[in-house]
């Protein structure tokens, strides 16, 4: 009965181990850190763009990962001038007394947006005037007289001739 009782407990144990997921050391990283920036710009409402792809309307704010590098925000809205704004990443390592720290500068990331400029009007080149010919136009021509040669159209009238 013994051997009975320890095979079914060595077999329920060896199946029990095939449905466990696979250990990895993935379980024991930590999430990588993340960093809650804010957004503002004058005026406010403008569409802001991280380089990292996270955006918002000003005033707002987003959470992005702490990138090992600086990345940008641009910020874009209508009848105003783009603006880029490099912003620095700064990880202050922990010790046994603080955690680990990511900051960002400037923080809040602020533009400053100029209006665009109207577009110029357009001038149109000055053409000089045709002078008048000296001799007197003649008055307006006879209603029977022949259309011109060169014109496009046909005379009206000459059928009724």
Known sequence: MRRVFAIALV???LGGCSSMPS???DMFKSA???VQVRLESNPPGADATTSLGQGCKTPCSVSVPAPDAPFTVAFALPKYQPASVPVNVIKTPGDLTTSAS????PNPVFAELQPAAPP???KKAHRPKKPKPAAAAPA???ADAAPAAGSAFPDPNAGKR
Do not use: H
């Open 23 to 25: 250990m990895s050391w």
């Open 11 to 13: 077999g329920v144990s």
């Open 32 to 34: 990588p850190p993340t």
């Open 102 to 105: 990511v900051t960002t500068d």
């Open 140 to 142: 307006a021509a006879p």
């Open 120 to 122: 110029k009007p357009v």
